[in-house]
């Protein structure tokens, strides 16, 4: 038979099917305690690059596969492993592909993947997270999914291992529209949730972290590396409330970036770029 890139099967990957399926019944069943579920149970990652991203992380997570013709060529690897394990994939026109998308940015093709447990820190992860000298981000209450995804892609181009958030209302979660506008970064960057952020906080501080706050005004203009061998936590704010009082409060010192315009502050996804690059881009250069 054939192999048809509109039918989803490739029959000579049949073995790599079961073994995939001997694997998956081999290995442990019991998750781990600490974890908290997107309340979703699917989520469509659209584009090249995100898509791409979530198949060299964790390829068994995409359950489905939809593209453009002229995408064909680059998405055949991930094509060969959904046939093996007999998952759905397909070419389609782009007005199926804005419906399967539910937006007209789809970038020629979609993922339709598990989404993520979101763990929880515990004291000792974050004295692991500040052993190994791993950076780490903050968000305290970031509302906008695009500004989400927009630091989390900062964060993935200079080394973040991970983003922490808090479990609020307000809090965005990394949504599709948080992915997309990642291009891939929230498929490198780990995303923890945590109940008790300020606890959280005080915990990077008791680890060792120079956990620096960015403030809107009152905090200190230069944001320079802080002592050698120190492991970084950058806490950022909420767009229009800044940090809360008690988070700042938290933090080991607060950084300002000053302007010379009209405008108060930069968007919190710019200002964390710029901080960012002060803070770990200068030292890695």
Known sequence: M????????????????AAARAAAKAAPTTAPAAVVREETKELRLCG????QARFARDPASIQRLFYEAAMGQRVGAICKVLA?????????????????????????VVAVVTPPALRVPTAADVREWARRGEAVLVLDRIGNAHNLGA????????G?????IPDHPNAAKPTEAAHRVAEGGLEVVEVWQTRDLVGCVRELAAAGYDVVGAATRSGRPEAAPGAAGKPLALVLGNEEHGLTPVVASSCTRLVTIPGRGKME????????????????????G
Do not use: D
């Open 2 to 17: 054939a192999h048809n890139p509109r039918l989803g099967f490739h029959p000579s990957l049949a073995a790599r099917a």
């Open 48 to 51: 090249l690059a995100a898509v």
């Open 84 to 108: 093996g394990a007999k998952k759905i994939y397909r070419q389609v026109e782009s007005a199926e592909l804005e419906k399967v998308a539910g937006s007209l940015h789809h970038g020629g």
């Open 151 to 158: 630091i989390a892609r900062t964060a993935a181009f200079f």
């Open 160 to 164: 973040v291992a991970r983003i922490v």
């Open 265 to 284: 502050s930069l968007n919190v996804s710019v200002a964390g770029a710029v901080l960012m690059w002060e803070l770990l881009g200068r030292r890695a």
